[in-house]
């Protein structure tokens, strides 16, 4: 997993950025400056509750997600990697005997099992999971963004390896020419692509896996600037960030390039990547 709290900490300790809060990765941040937390803390929980609450994302995934499901030639198995509140995880699980979610923030793991009680919950990074059984389908959903980018390829040829034939792996991400990253290079200089990334594995893939992409439309859109607010500061968070902006200044960005009319509205497209296995 990405050493997000630990290079937090160590520009804290050189006295160029914010301090954490120990154990939990939410930042003690300057109140001037954006808010700086990982994907394991409570912060980052209630921020990832306010996107939910406002993007269509998690439905227009369904639809994809319906179609690929169906098309399965069986579906015993599912896993879902980073499975967060159990959004996506609860909606599939119906459709298979068996779920695994994996989850390794303790913060987001209660509503999970609220939402799935059924499913075997492995609380740790995908690295560490060793998922009982092969998978007829694995979804990893906007998780890629918190693994660091050197481990991206390994990561995505371990979930190939938790497929059974003719199962199918599902990577999703945020396309790069969206709204919301845009916005992360505007204040970062980054960003993700995960056509590299596809082509990389289908490269080494030697007739073993078939390799698509595809992007799906999804929105945030709400009429309370202190939402919209909430929702840019977690976009900046899926990096770490050791030199947080101004607040100000991503206020003024969210109010220049987000508002429409009363609304806040800004486009969240997802690319997902489909990785078959042969039979
Ligand atoms: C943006 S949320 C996405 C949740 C869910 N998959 C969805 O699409 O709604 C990112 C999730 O990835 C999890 N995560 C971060 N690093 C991870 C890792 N190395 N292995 C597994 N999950 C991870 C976080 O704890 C969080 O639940």
Redesign the pocket.
């Known amino acids: ?2 050493p997000q709290v630990m290079a937090v900490q160590a520009t804290a300790a050189s006295g160029e950025g914010p301090a954490t809060t120990e154990g939990t990765g939410d930042a003690v941040s300057d109140p001037n400056l954006v808010k700086v937390y990982d ?2 803390g409570g912060e ?1 929980s209630r921020a ?1 509750g306010v996107f ?1 609450a406002h993007t269509d994302q ?1 439905v227009k ?1 369904t639809a994809w997600l319906e179609q690929e499901v169906n098309g399965l030639a069986t579906r015993e198995v599912f896993i ?6 159990g ?2 995880t609860a909606w599939l699980e119906p459709r298979f005997r068996k779920t695994i979610a ?4 303790p913060s ?1 793991r209660d509503e999970l099992q609220q939402a799935c009680p059924d499913a075997e919950l492995l609380p740790v ?3 560490e999971a060793r998922p009982s059984s092969r998978a007829d389908f694995v ?5 890629f ?3 660091d980018r050197a481990r991206w390829a390994e990561t995505l040829r371990y979930l190939g390896t938790w497929l059974q034939p003719a199962g199918v792996l599902s990577v ?1 991400l945020q396309n790069h020419e969206t709204d919301c990253m845009r916005m992360l290079r505007h204040f970062t200089g980054e960003e993700f692509d995960l056509g590299a990334l596809a082509r990389v594995f289908a490269g080494e893939a030697q007739g073993q896996f078939d390799v698509r992409t595809d992007t799906v439309d999804a929105h945030v859109q709400t009429d309370s600037f202190g939402s919209a607010y909430i929702i840019a500061e977690f976009v900046l968070n899926v990096l770490p960030l050791s030199h947080p902006p101004r607040r100000e200044e991503l206020e003024r960005y969210v109010r220049d390039h987000f508002r429409h009319g009363d609304s806040y509205r800004m486009s969240f497209h997802q690319d997902f990547l489909r990785i078959q296995r042969r039979a």
């Not at 979804?139 to 998780?143: A, I, K, Q, T």
């Open positions: 997993m990405r994907s394991q980052y990832f939910l998690k995934a879902d990697a980073g499975a967060g509140t959004k996506l994996i989850e390794p923030n987001l990074p995908i690295a979804l990893c959903s906007h998780v963004y918190y693994i999703a």
